[in-house]
């Protein structure tokens, strides 16, 4: 961005002629459509964002790290949230966020005080993982909410059964 963005100026600077000074801006808009409208669509994960050369974030998952801050845990929390009487079966309703793949902080500060954090995933009734070094995978269960940006999975909710 700052090479582009040097390159821009230095061409707006030495054109000489008004026309192509508003050519240089113009092809640069044009040129930063396509990331911009990327960083929209991933909103609010645009440190996921992986340009064309990488094949844009379906190229990149599972060659590169995405969502390494886990930050699509809110996202699972908040669902749970917004579910809790649907979901709660008998008793309290308990989530484990895995260690191995996950600070559980991330999921466990946007939870609702009715809804226990556990750090015993037998004793779970839900798994809110990462995909993040296939944690989504790593746990039996059904899922039931999945955290997606242009088609890849950054967070799961699953049943334990």
């Known amino acids: 961005m700052v090479a582009a963005a040097w390159t821009g100026v230095q061409l707006v600077t030495h054109l000489t002629s008004a026309r192509w000074r508003g050519a240089a801006v113009a092809l640069a808009a044009l ?22 050369f990488a094949g844009g974030l379906q190229g990149a998952a599972g060659r590169f790290e995405a969502d390494y801050w886990g930050l699509a ?45 556990t750090d015993n995933d037998l004793a779970a009734n ?10 989504d995978r790593q746990f039996d269960g059904t899922p039931v909410f999945r955290v997606q940006r242009e088609g890849v999975t950054l967070a799961v909710v699953k049943v334990m059964e």
Do not use: M
């Open 31 to 52: 040129l930063s459509l396509d990331p911009l409208l990327g960083l929209i669509r991933l909103h609010p994960y645009q440190y996921i964002f992986f340009n064309r």
């Open 126 to 135: 839900y798994v809110l993982a990462p995909a993040r070094f296939g944690c």
């Open 73 to 117: 845990l809110r996202e699972t929390a908040e669902w749970v949230n917004r579910n809790r009487s649907l979901l709660k079966s008998r008793g309290l309703l308990k989530v484990f966020v895995p260690h191995n793949c996950a600070e559980p902080s991330s999921a466990g500060r946007y939870l609702d005080p009715a809804v226990l954090l």
